[in-house]
């Protein structure tokens, strides 16, 4: 059986030897990476590498990640690229300072709510020009360089050009989505003669090469920022979107600026937990940790029927709050550090009953009191740190490659309400609800741990377990990502819909099977079934040695790399 099978069903492989040896509880798949100059966890191995040289030529880690990312655009394009969205969390080590940046694009200004009625369209589509927004990543490029880098920008991409003008050979989990998009999007000419060349889709070790993506890093490198944005770049796709029906217009492109944003944060058990405000849905994490808190989650037991029920509990209650609250702030102004508030976690704590499943659950009024991705994180050997996530939201995007660019633009409007009145409703110039979420760690004022979840909706409840594993049970980096995980889904999708009949609780297989039975007798709905249960990345700082320790996901082709 295929590697890229056996993941899709939650398996994985998990030598016992390690876990007897190692922990003594899970099985682990590979040892914790340690090194003391410096640490990149990327979901590509030969883009982790690239980090890491440019950490050798005396780059700062915000150098490396801008150069993983674009060697991702290139190597993972099916969860990637300049045609999406970036969020990052920095931490400057001059300044003892934890940045937020929100690189997320807006609705054309030309495209309405009144566009979608007249076409009798009552839900966003995935594919096409109406799912397009601007596209942020290469402003968050910028905004992070012009800020933390040490290197020209024509260094940090000239390892993506020489990897995008040579090739580089596929791996497996990676061409295996690529091969099911190609599949997806056959009416996509430009994008099948770009990605499946020769008309065939590449598969795991062939060497593909993007001449056309290297052409537009090249023009990056060269000049700067304002090409894509106010230049030839942005000419290109706004004669594209004209020809194909989209609404871009010049004037979209160039107004468009990537905000720095000020991180919101819990105490939880001794650690200071990080996140960014909405658009995107991070504070879904900070108000299940809230709840969680008042748990003693050690004493239930890991992944016993109890401490699952606890957290799916939990998550229920923040995704309705999710579903309500969570939208573009200039739109949809909220106080929302009342959502993560120890009182109104008390309050919503009050909807959930420790023996019995939800069905249907009310948003709180804080007022009183599907998708793939890359996710990267570099530590420099000045301890600086970047958690970055990107993505073009499902797969390649939209489908749709503007010509002679080498890239897909993202359909992150897929994820538009067409609801008139909705917090997350299409508008012009707004920017949509978003999945992607950067998570960090600091304690005593310090930097221990940047890391993250990729995959959709999955993601809040990744970076809860991912924590909940290092900080209540002990676990070490790689183990806390190895551990058998859950995901609850909503009885709709995509995400930022509300449950209505409980959903569904999708199980990897390392889950016991009595407590999979105690969870059918508490109410859940319980599925062994395929599911995406994310892609984790994580480095940890250990102040105390001066080492970094870095873990990456197993379920994915990624690695660890220090030195």
Same mark, same amino acid.
């Given at each position: 059986?295929?590697?890229?099978?056996? /993941?899709?069903?939650?398996?994985?492989?998990?030598? +016992?030897?390690?876990?007897?040896?190692?922990?003594?509880?899970?099985?682990?798949?590979?040892?914790?990476?340690?090194?003391?100059?410096?640490?990149?966890?990327?979901?590509?191995?030969?883009?982790?590498?690239?980090?890491?040289?440019?950490?050798?030529?005396?780059?700062?880690?915000?150098?490396?990640?801008?150069?993983?990312?674009?060697?991702?655009?290139?190597?993972?394009?099916?969860? +990637?690229?300049?045609?999406?969205?970036?969020?990052?969390?920095?931490?400057?080590?001059?300044?003892?300072?934890?940045?937020?940046?929100?690189? +997320?694009?807006?609705?054309?200004?030309?495209?309405?709510?009144?566009?979608?009625?007249?076409?009798?369209?009552?839900?966003?589509?995935?594919?096409?020009?109406?799912?397009?927004?601007?596209?942020?990543?290469?402003?968050?490029?910028?905004?992070?360089?012009?800020?933390?880098?040490?290197?020209?920008?024509?260094?940090?991409?000239?390892?993506?050009?020489?990897?995008?003008?040579?090739?580089?050979?596929?791996?497996?989990?990676?061409?295996?989505?690529?091969?099911?998009?190609?599949?997806?999007?056959?009416?996509?000419?430009?994008?099948? =003669?770009?990605?499946?060349?020769?008309?065939?889709?590449?598969?795991?070790?062939?060497?593909?090469?993007?001449?056309?993506?290297?052409?537009?890093?090249?023009?990056?490198?060269?000049?700067?920022?304002?090409?894509?944005?106010?230049?030839?770049?942005?000419?290109?796709?706004?004669?594209?979107?004209?020809?194909?029906?989209?609404?871009?217009?010049?004037?979209?492109?160039?107004?468009?600026?990537?905000?720095?944003?000020?991180?919101?944060?819990?105490?939880?058990?001794?650690?200071?937990?990080?996140?960014?405000?909405?658009?995107?849905?991070?504070?879904?994490?900070?108000?299940? /940790?809230?709840?969680?808190?008042?748990?003693?989650?050690?004493?239930?037991?890991?992944?016993?029927?109890?401490?699952?029920?606890?957290?799916?509990?939990? =998550?229920?209650?923040?995704?309705?709050?999710?579903?309500?609250?969570?939208?573009?702030?200039?739109?949809?102004?909220?106080?929302?550090?009342?959502?993560? +508030?120890?009182?109104?976690?008390?309050? !919503?704590?009050?909807?959930?009953?420790?023996?019995?499943?939800?069905?249907?659950?009310?948003?709180?009024?804080?007022? /009183?009191?599907?998708?793939?991705?890359?996710?990267?994180?570099?530590?420099?050997?000045?301890?600086?740190?970047?958690?970055?996530?990107?993505?073009?939201?499902?797969?390649?995007?939209?489908?749709?490659?503007?010509?002679?660019?080498?890239?897909?633009?993202?359909?992150?409007?897929?994820?538009?309400?067409?609801?008139?009145?909705?917090?997350?409703?299409?508008?012009?110039? =707004?920017?949509?609800?978003?999945?992607?979420?950067?998570?960090?760690?600091? !304690?005593?004022?310090?930097?221990?741990?940047?890391?993250?979840?990729?995959?959709?909706?999955?993601?809040?409840?990744?970076?809860?377990?991912?924590?909940?594993?290092?900080?209540?049970?002990?676990?070490?980096?790689?183990?806390?990502?190895?551990?058998?995980?859950?995901?609850?889904?909503?009885?709709?999708?995509?995400?930022?819909?509300?449950?209505?009949?409980?959903?569904?609780?999708?199980?990897?297989?390392?889950?016991?099977?009595?407590?999979? !039975?105690?969870?059918?007798? !508490?109410?859940?709905?319980?599925?062994?079934?395929?599911?995406?249960?994310?892609?984790?990345?994580?480095?940890?700082?250990?102040?105390?040695?001066?080492?970094?320790?870095?873990?990456?996901?197993?379920? =994915?082709?990624?690695?660890?790399?220090?030195?």
């Amino acid at each position: 059986m295929k590697r890229s099978l056996i /993941l899709l069903l939650g398996l994985s492989f998990l030598p +016992s030897f390690a876990g007897d040896r190692l922990t003594g509880r899970l099985a682990v798949t590979r040892s914790e990476v340690i090194g003391r100059n410096g640490m990149v966890a990327a979901s590509q191995p030969l883009a982790a590498q690239v980090g890491i040289d440019i950490l050798k030529q005396g780059g700062s880690a915000v150098d490396a990640a801008i150069a993983v990312n674009a060697a991702l655009g290139l190597m993972e394009p099916s969860g +990637s690229g300049i045609g999406g969205d970036l969020f990052a969390i920095v931490w400057d080590g001059r300044e003892s300072k934890l940045y937020g940046l929100n690189a +997320s694009g807006p609705a054309p200004a030309a495209l309405s709510l009144a566009h979608f009625r007249e076409k009798g369209i009552t839900r966003m589509p995935e594919k096409g020009p109406l799912p397009w927004t601007v596209p942020g990543c290469v402003a968050g490029w910028f905004a992070l360089h012009e800020k933390f880098g040490r290197l020209t920008m024509s260094q940090v991409l000239a390892p993506a050009i020489a990897y995008a003008e040579e090739g580089f050979p596929l791996t497996e989990l990676i061409a295996f989505y690529w091969q099911r998009s190609v599949k997806a999007f056959a009416a996509f000419e430009n994008f099948q =003669k770009l990605y499946a060349p020769g008309g065939r889709a590449p598969q795991k070790g062939d060497v593909f090469r993007n001449p056309e993506l290297a052409a537009t890093y090249r023009v990056l490198a060269e000049k700067g920022r304002d090409a894509f944005y106010k230049g030839e770049i942005a000419a290109r796709i706004t004669a594209y979107s004209q020809k194909f029906g989209g609404f871009f217009s010049a004037r979209d492109f160039a107004e468009y600026e990537a905000e720095w944003v000020e991180p919101l944060s819990i105490p939880y058990r001794g650690h200071d937990v990080w996140e960014l405000p909405p658009n995107g849905q991070g504070l879904a994490v900070l108000q299940m /940790l809230q709840m969680l808190e008042s748990f003693d989650l050690k004493s239930l037991g890991h992944n016993s029927a109890a401490y699952l029920h606890a957290l799916v509990e939990a =998550k229920k209650i923040a995704y309705e709050d999710r579903a309500r609250h969570y939208a573009d702030p200039r739109f949809h102004p909220l106080d929302y550090r009342r959502l993560i +508030s120890r009182a109104y976690a008390r309050k !919503r704590l009050e909807l959930l009953d420790p023996q019995r499943a939800s069905r249907s659950l009310p948003a709180g009024d804080p007022l /009183l009191e599907k998708g793939d991705t890359v996710y990267l994180t570099v530590v420099d050997k000045d301890f600086n740190a970047v958690s970055l996530i990107q993505s073009n939201y499902v797969g390649f995007g939209s489908g749709m490659v503007p010509d002679g660019l080498g890239f897909c633009l993202q359909d992150r409007g897929a994820l538009f309400n067409l609801q008139a009145g909705h917090a997350n409703s299409m508008a012009p110039g =707004k920017r949509p609800f978003h999945t992607i979420i950067p998570g960090f760690v600091t !304690r005593a004022g310090r930097p221990v741990f940047s890391f993250g979840v990729m995959g959709g909706d999955m993601q809040p409840q990744g970076h809860v377990q991912i924590l909940c594993n290092i900080i209540d049970f002990a676990m070490n980096l790689q183990e806390a990502g190895d551990a058998p995980r859950f995901r609850h889904a909503g009885s709709s999708e995509p995400e930022g819909t509300v449950m209505s009949d409980g959903g569904t609780l999708f199980l990897e297989s390392g889950v016991d099977a009595e407590v999979v !039975r105690d969870l059918i007798r !508490r109410g859940h709905r319980v599925s062994r079934s395929a599911s995406e249960f994310g892609g984790y990345q994580g480095i940890w700082i250990d102040w105390e040695r001066r080492v970094l320790i870095g873990a990456s996901e197993s379920r =994915k082709d990624g690695c660890a790399i220090g030195y």
